[in-house]
C-alpha cells in the first residue's frame, strides 16, 4: 500500500497537521474509532456496564504508584521492610503512593468481583462471547497471583507467614509436592531467595501478561460486539448506516457516562486512602506492620480478604468432609449417567473419572484434595459458557426462581470469605463445608436447573426507556 498524507488547508491548525502527519505513519485515529470513538454499544447499559472502565483505571493506577514505589523499594530481606518504612516516613508523599497502591489493589478485586457478578446475571459469557469471558478468566488469575506475589513484598509478619502457609501447600502433590515447594522458596524456608523471586514476578513477568491478556479482552470484545441487559444481539438489527438500530457511539455518550463513575469511584476511593487505608485490617493487616519474624508464629494467619472465599473451601476439606465429598461425586456421576444428553463415551468417562477420584479420595490426604478444590473452584469459571444451558442469557427473562438461586450463590461465596478470615472452630468448618456444596452445585447443576422453568418472552429489539 503506497504512503498518503492528507492535504489539509495552509490554515488548517497545528494540531490537525500533527495529527495527519502521525496518522500517515501510524493508525492513531483509526484505532482510536475503532476501539472507541466509533465503537457502537448498546443504548440500554445500566450501571453494571461501568466496571469495565473503572478496572482500567485502577490498573493504570496500579502500574503508575508501582513504579514509584519499585524507585525506593529494596529486594532484599535484610532491608525490605525498612524500605517500606522509609517510603511511608522519608519519602516525599511515598505514604500517598503506597496507600494508593495497597487501596488499589482491595479496589481492583471489588471492582472485577462486580465485574463478572454482571456477567453471570445478563449472561455475557454466553455465544459468541465465549473468548472474551476465557480472556477474562485469564485476567482474573493473574490478578491473584499478582497479588498473591506483591504481598510478600512489605516483608511484615502476615506477609512472611502467609506466603509460608501458601507455598508449603504444594507440597501436598503427590510425588512432586516437595521439591515445587522448594523450586518455588528457592529455598527451604521462606528467604531472600523466595523475595527476589516473588519481586522479579510481581514487577516484571505477571504485569506483561496481565497486559497481554487485557489487550486480547479489549479486542475480542470489539470483534463480536457488547452484550446488554436483555441479552440481545444488537447486530441483528442493522440500519442503513450499517450500524445496529439499538446502539450509540461510545463516544461522547459512554465517555461522559464513565466519567460520571470515575467521579463516583475517585471519591471514595480517595476517601479510604486518606481516612482508612487499612480498613479495619482488612485491607491492611496490622501484623504486616511488624518485620518479619521466622521465630514468631502469629496466632491467627489468613491471606487478604479477595482471598478468602478460596482459603475458606481449602481449609473446609478436612477427613470427615472427604466422605460427604465421595458420596457428592458419585450422586453426580449418577445424574450424568440417568439425566444428561451426552453421548455414551462421554457418560463412559465422567464415570471412570468419578470411579478414579473415589478412589484417589481414599488413598491421598484430605490436604490434597482441599488444595485440589481450591483451584477448581477458581478454574471452574472458566467452563461457563459450556455449564449455562438457558434458552435466554439475562436474568430479566429467566423464571423468577433462578434469582433466588444467584442470591443463594452470592450468599454463600460471602459467607466463605468472612469465614476465611476468621480463625476455625467445629461450627465455622460446618458451614463452611455447607457453602462450598453449594458453591460447586452452582456450577455442576447449572446444565440441569439452568434449563428449567417458565421463560419469559424475549424482545426483538432492546428495551430502553431515555431519561
Known amino acids: 500500500m503506497a504512503f498518503v498524507e492528507k492535504k489539509l488547508p495552509a490554515n488548517a491548525p497545528v494540531s490537525a497537521k500533527a495529527l495527519n502527519w502521525v496518522d500517515a505513519r501510524f493508525p492513531l485515529s483509526k484505532m482510536w474509532n ?7 454499544a448498546p443504548k440500554n447499559f445500566n450501571w453494571w456496564y461501568i466496571f469495565g472502565s473503572l478496572a482500567m483505571l485502577v490498573l493504570v493506577i496500579q502500574i503508575v504508584t508501582g513504579i514509584f514505589l519499585v524507585m525506593h523499594y529494596k529486594p532484599d530481606a535484610n532491608l525490605a521492610f525498612a524500605s517500606v518504612e522509609y517510603i511511608m516516613r522519608d519519602v516525599p508523599w511515598g ?11 482491595s479496589a481492583f478485586f471489588i471492582i472485577i468481583y462486580l465485574h463478572m457478578t454482571r456477567g453471570l446475571l445478563y449472561g455475557s459469557y454466553r455465544k459468541p462471547r465465549e473468548l472474551i469471558w476465557l480472556f477474562g478468566v485469564g485476567i482474573f488469575l493473574c490478578l491473584m497471583g499478582e497479588a498473591f506475589f506483591g504481598y510478600l513484598l512489605p516483608w511484615g509478619q502476615m506477609s512472611y507467614w502467609g506466603a509460608q502457609v501458601i507455598v508449603n501447600l504444594f507440597g501436598a502433590i503427590p510425588f512432586i509436592g516437595p521439591d515445587l515447594s522448594l523450586w518455588i522458596r528457592g529455598d527451604y524456608v521462606v528467604s531472600d531467595a523466595t523475595l527476589n523471586r516473588f519481586f522479579a514476578f510481581h514487577v516484571i513477568a505477571i504485569p506483561l501478561v496481565l497486559l497481554g491478556l487485557v489487550a486480547a479482552h479489549l479486542i475480542a470484545l470489539h470483534e463480536v460486539g457488547s452484550s446488554n441487559p436483555d441479552g440481545i444481539e444488537v447486530k441483528d438489527n442493522l440500519g442503513p448506516d450499517g450500524h445496529p438500530l439499538d446502539s450509540i457511539p461510545s463516544h461522547p455518550y459512554y465517555t461522559v457516562h464513565d466519567l460520571f463513575g470515575v467521579v463516583i469511584f475517585l471519591t471514595i476511593f480517595s476517601a479510604i486512602v486518606f481516612f482508612a487505608p487499612e ?35 481449602l481449609r ?11 458420596a457428592g461425586v458419585a450422586a453426580y456421576v449418577a445424574l450424568i449417567m440417568l439425566k444428561s444428553k451426552l453421548s455414551g463415551f462421554a457418560k463412559t468417562a465422567a464415570a471412570v473419572i468419578g470411579l478414579v477420584a473415589i478412589v484417589g479420595m481414599f488413598i491421598l490426604d484430605a490436604k490434597f484434595w482441599g488444595v485440589v478444590l481450591m ?57 463452611a463445608q455447607i457453602c462450598t456444596f453449594i458453591y460447586f452445585g452452582f ?17 426483538t429489539r432492546v428495551t430502553f426507556h431515555p431519561h
Do not use: C
Not at 514468631?296 to 482459603?311: D, N, S
Not at 446444565?447 to 417458565?454: D, K, L, N, Q, Y
Open 279 to 313: 480498613m479495619g485490617g482488612y485491607f491492611l493487616e496490622y501484623n504486616n506492620f511488624l518485620p518479619a519474624d521466622s521465630l514468631k508464629t502469629p496466632p491467627h494467619i489468613a491471606p487478604v480478604w479477595y482471598f478468602t472465599p478460596f482459603y475458606s473451601i
Open 316 to 326: 473446609a476439606t478436612t477427613s470427615q468432609f472427604m466422605y460427604a465429598l465421595m
Open 443 to 459: 456450577f455442576l447443576l447449572m446444565p440441569w436447573w439452568s434449563r428449567i422453568g417458565t421463560f419469559k418472552a424475549v424482545p
Open 95 to 105: 505514604w500517598l503512593v503506597r496507600y494508593m497502591h495497597s487501596t488499589g489493589a
Open 375 to 431: 483451584g477448581v473452584s477458581v478454574v471452574i469459571l472458566a467452563g461457563l459458557p459450556w455449564l449455562d444451558h438457558s434458552p435466554v442469557k439475562s436474568i430479566r427473562y429467566r423464571p423468577d426462581w433462578h434469582k433466588y438461586v444467584y442470591v443463594l450463590f452470592g450468599i454463600s461465596f460471602v459467607i466463605l470469605g468472612y469465614l476465611g478470615i476468621l480463625p476455625p472452630t467445629e461450627g465455622r468448618t460446618l458451614v
Open 34 to 40: 475503532e476501539q472507541w470513538g466509533q465503537y457502537y
